[in-house]
């Protein structure tokens, strides 16, 4: 029956996921912050602002208000500015461009609240010191301008507040810095969980569950770094709980044959196999590695011995006595060898008389299929292992490759199989 993952074990696998890809998400981290510096030190327009206040000693409606702050935004008035400046000798900008009403104009804003006697005046310009000038001598001109012009005054403007300082407007560094790096760990992470998720790969174990299949990990373990001596253990633990579980399902008689399946070219299958082998061998049985990949046999290689006799010579000449390569105590080797039609020679008699010669001497007979990608015809073989062990590569393995190969499995009601996952 299939499973469904829950919500907090989906939000745990994205926890686990980004942290796999941590130094994609650090690339788009140093990107944002590259970026950040380079908007903030040559793109961003820096603007300065001053504050001021000009205070209005009686009573008055919004009219007024309006009347009021209208003048201060009113072209004879940006005039009145412009001519106190250039008598401070302060008639150009620092660009070389001469003062005028435009640039009075485009930086002015004066604003007020009914039912408060304070009109509030700002500045902005790019240019510091010339802010917090410009901003003082409208506010101390104004009041002049107003209490001659303006009736409805009175004669009752006074500067409240003058300004101190022109501050910089908008995101400061540390802002854009800060926002550089939330951006930057956010779009890596949105773009590494869409990337991984739509790559069509075996993400995490739980994608595997979702098969119905028992799932391992038979090479994870956990230990205290370069421990070698542990983690050999945790390792032969891990072995020997799967051999006892397969034992377990099987009732009549003793876990004899157990083949391996690998997708994709990796050497942990290889190793999960001799490890499998030696721990048997090393608790008394007498162990065979079989190598039955027919399409690219090259298991000798890893022990270094000559491919002389084959389960595929004792199939077709129907050799009875076999002399095998020991490798040690216990532990011994069969080669493979390329054939032109596996699917054919694994239907055949003569390959099942063989299974059946070579494990008679033998306590377990371990065999190592051909990797899943080249050739799937040695599913055919299915009914002569008591279980398949099916090696899948997190991250790296197809799930539609997966799912055609358990398809196979499903036609041939094969129903000893599990699965053992490996790490990137």
Known sequence: MEKQKGMLQ??????????????????????????GFIYANWVMDINYQSVGKVEIRQTTNETQLIQITNAIKSEDFYEVVVDKLA?????????????????ISSGITATYVVNNPLITVTFDSEYQELTLLTLNTIVDEFVVYGNTNLTVVNNNLHVYQNAEVATKTGLSNTMIYGLSVVLGVAFGAVVVIVTDYSSGKVLFASDLEMSGFRVYSLTKVKVKKNDELASQKALTHNILTLQNNLESHIQDRFLKTVAFSTFGRSSNVDDLIDLVAKTYA?????????????????????????NKVTIVDIAEQGLESVKFKKLQNSLYFLGGKEVTYPSKFFKSDEFRKAISTISKDFDIVLFRLSRVEEDMTNLNALDQFDFLVMNVTINRTSKKKLNEYLSVIENHKYQNVVINTFEK
């Open 87 to 103: 008598d401070e000798d302060h008639d150009t900008l620092p660009n070389g461009n001469p003062i005028t009403t435009a640039y």
């Open 282 to 306: 090393l608790n008394d049985q007498k162990t065979l590695i079989v190598d039955l990949d027919l399409v690219k046999p090259d298991l000798h290689e890893k022990y270094e011995v000559e």
């Open 10 to 35: 989906s939000i745990v696998e994205i926890f686990i996921l980004l942290k796999r890809n941590i130094f994609h998400i650090a690339y788009f981290l140093l990107t944002g912050i590259v970026i």
